[in-house]
């Protein structure tokens, strides 16, 4: 039995969205904001029993609550209850909802007997369709009126007509504060035959809900929340410091190893030493307090008759790791020796922080796994009408990054699934089934996993009134794992390279190291809004950015591709200085194959702004006609620039013209810019380029010798960056409203 995958509705941002798991871990990336955590906080919510009462007004989707108080409107103005709807499908389109898809064999059916569907069902999919709905509809219609038009009539005494909003406003104003007594999770069962529809299917009329939770001895859900700050509010489960490893085995003791507590024939040796340690620990206190007991007893106070006082102690095992130094670590070699080792070992708070969080969450993971296969005496515990070991645990951790150093965060991502299935029960053991879900922002994580298990949230914004953002998960399997060559280039470079290109809020693609050290540079200094984005950077040659075509589109990330013309003569693949009129082409494979998609160099030119875009998302940049001032003499001449260098170049003539004391490219350039006539300067460029220069050093000196702001991006690269600074500046907007609405 495995989650095969789950549609989740109407829960925040997450209108309407399908998420797929893996069968061993799955792994949520996506920018900022583009709703990871809500995901999690879902599946959560909806699963776990106890997360069920953190459901808040606030978790239905932003949009809905205007067609539910349009509703709610109906029914105040409606002067006869017979046609006011009381049944709870007016409600499912608006209100969160999960389904749920299980891959289930059929020889699995004693555990899931309660949720097939029909006696046609021969194994496969199972659904459940969990809904966060009213409890019951007509009590909840009547309460709201009479409270709606209770706060209606007191607002009419008001003197004078000021205003005074009193509560309930609206069913939103009303469900603000009421919102757990009138709605509950209930469970539904799904039409299996319909599980292969992209959209949920719609519930039959005067469907029933199924009592109790659909789920008890099918899950065992453990959670590892997000630290956000000293106190977490979304987290219910622990409590104090949990993370130092010695309450965590504190904790493990109680459950699993504890002698005192339903003891059994391995337990009398330590009970034994217990109580041997208790009786001399007696005897020694009883000696000690001789003669402070005594004075008591020789108080004489009235109402005691000859009192006697004696000292009994317990000995509890648990309090022997209940205190900071309870976990100790060794500063020796395995080889080292000493009379008194006691001295080499210190408290587990002297550990960074880091290692110590990453100690602790491994230990949680062995905790949850002990927990679900019921090791040592959590086996007395199991609950009487649940004998079976749940066939599926479900781990699921909130952005691990928030407690591990980046050092240890791969070290973490390597071992989490290897610890939860390290028990010989599990090893190649089909019966039980281990998923780990985990929410990140760290492009470290993403870098050690399986690129097939990645889930993108891909962001779409709102275009219609009183519409909000809302969320598609893309499950990159289908782009990662087709073991095509395109799928080989993406998943080897990103390998090589970094992953935050699953986490940006949009993409330069760049040709070269040059544009990869100045580009970050023209951005800081000239563009402050696309400053504030988290752009990924990523330098790939324009032969190979096309490449990449198939990740960036189905990521649905914005893009600029920042490439050159790299001109090449009609009949050969000689370079050639890019010249119009001439029947010269493009060797650049990104332009023929990509945007625009053209092969003539005199096309490629005369292509408009509008004609670079693809898809609204994606624009390519490159080298355009410029307008050169070169000298009191040239001035206004029209040129092509052959590459990003001699573009940077043409932009910024005056401040190159002043550099011939530098070295490398940087000073053949700056020699070129200084010969007499513009013609000369432009051949020398283009011979000094031709040449294997080090264009990379020339970048470097640059920043090393000019002030941030002086150096002025060339041309194509500056309409680029315009480019892509407008098309972010609207895209996320949290919110979309036109015009006003009745606030009922």
Not at 256 to 284: C, G, Q, W, Y
Not at 311 to 327: G, M
Not at 532 to 547: F, V
């Amino acid at each position: 039995m495995r989650l095969e995958f789950v549609d989740l509705q109407n829960f925040r941002k997450l209108k309407l969205c399908r998420i797929e798991f893996t069968d061993k871990e799955t792994i949520f990336v996506g920018a900022n904001n583009s709703g990871k955590t809500s995901a999690m906080n879902a599946l959560m919510m909806f699963l776990k029993k106890d997360y069920q009462r953190k459901f808040s007004t606030t978790d239905f989707t932003l949009s809905n609550w205007k067609v539910i108080n349009q509703l709610a409107s109906t029914w105040i103005d409606s002067n006869n209850e017979e046609n006011v709807n009381l049944d709870n499908n007016e409600w499912h389109p608006y209100v969160p909802t999960l389904d749920v898809w299980l891959q289930v064999k059929y020889s699995e059916v004693h555990y899931i007997s309660h949720l097939i569907p029909s006696l046609d069902w021969s194994g496969d999919r199972l659904g459940v369709r969990l809904i966060f709905e009213p409890k019951n509809n007509e009590e909840l219609i009547k309460d709201f009126k009479i409270a709606y038009e209770s706060a209606k009539k007191t607002g009419q005494l008001v003197e004078d007509n000021k205003p005074l909003k009193i509560w309930p406003q609206s069913m939103r104003d009303f469900l603000d504060k009421k919102l757990h007594k009138y709605f509950c999770v209930n469970a539904y069962i799904l039409d299996s035959s319909k599980s292969a529809d992209r959209n949920p299917q719609c519930l039959p009329d005067n469907s029933e809900p199924l009592e109790g939770d659909p789920f008890v001895g099918l899950f065992k859900i453990d959670i590892i929340n997000a630290q956000r700050g000293f106190s977490d509010s979304n987290s219910i489960e622990g409590g104090g410091n949990t993370r130092k490893l010695s309450a965590q085995l504190r904790k493990y003791f109680d459950k699993h190893l504890n002698p005192s507590d339903m003891p059994d024939t391995k337990d009398l040796e330590a009970l034994i030493a217990i109580e041997n340690a208790r009786e001399a620990f007696d005897v020694r206190m009883n000696e000690s307090f001789k003669e402070s007991i005594q004075e008591l007893e020789n108080l004489n106070y009235p109402g005691f008759s000859d009192p006697k006082i004696h000292i009994s102690t317990r000995v509890d095992p648990l309090d022997a790791l209940d205190h900071d130094s309870a976990v100790q670590f060794s500063v020796l070699s395995n080889d080292s020796s000493s009379d008194d080792l006691s001295q080499y070992y210190l408290p587990e708070t002297f550990n960074g922080l880091g290692y110590q969080n990453l100690i602790s969450m491994i230990f949680s993971l062995i905790r949850f796994r002990d927990e679900w296969m019921r090791v040592g005496k959590a086996s007395e515990y199991s609950d009487s009408n649940n004998p079976f070991i749940e066939p599926l645990h479900l781990v699921m951790i909130e952005e691990p990054e928030a407690h591990l150093h980046v050092q240890v965060q791969q070290v973490f991502i390597k071992k989490a699934f290897e610890v939860l299935r390290n028990r010989p029960e599990l090893q190649d053991n089909a019966q039980f089934t281990t998923q780990l879900i985990i929410s990140t922002h760290s492009s470290h994580i993403a870098h050690e996993i399986d690129f097939t298990s990645l889930r993108y949230f891909k962001r779409i914004p709102a275009v219609k009134n009183f519409d909000v953002p809302c969320v598609e998960v893309v499950n990159l399997s289908r782009t990662f794992g087709d073991n095509s060559n395109t799928s080989k280039f993406a998943t080897r470079y990103l390998k090589t390279t970094h992953c935050d290109l699953f986490f940006a809020d949009a993409c330069i693609l760049v040709e070269g190291p040059a544009e990869r050290m100045l580009v970050p540079h023209f951005i800081r200094n000239h563009y402050k809004d696309l400053d504030r984005s988290y752009i990924s950077i990523l330098e790939i040659g324009g032969s190979h950015a096309h490449r990449l075509k198939p990740l960036i589109e189905t990521l649905g990330l914005i893009t600029l591709v920042i490439t050159d013309l790299d001109s090449i003569e009609k009949d050969s693949n000689t370079k050639v200085h890019p010249k119009v009129g001439k029947g010269y082409r493009t060797n650049n494979d990104s332009i023929k194959t990509w945007v625009p998609g053209l092969c003539i160099l005199d096309d490629v030119l005369s292509v408009n702004s509008e004609d670079k875009v693809k898809d609204n998302n994606i624009r390519i940049a490159y080298q355009c006609e410029v307008v050169v001032n070169y000298s009191e003499s040239e001035s206004e001449i029209k040129a092509i620039p052959y590459t990003f260098e001699d573009a940077l170049v043409l932009n910024n003539i005056s401040l190159f013209k002043e550099k011939t004391s530098s070295t490398g490219l940087l000073k053949k350039m700056a020699e070129a810019v200084n010969k007499p006539t513009f013609n000369e300067a432009y051949v020398s460029m283009f011979n000094a380029l031709s040449q294997n220069s080090k264009k990379a050093e020339m970048a470097l000196e640059l920043l090393y010798t000019l002030e941030p702001n002086e150096l002025m991006p060339p041309e194509y690269i500056k309409e680029g960056l315009e480019w892509l600074q407008e098309r972010l500046k609207n895209h996320y907007l949290d919110y979309h409203v036109v015009g006003g609405d009745r606030n009922v």
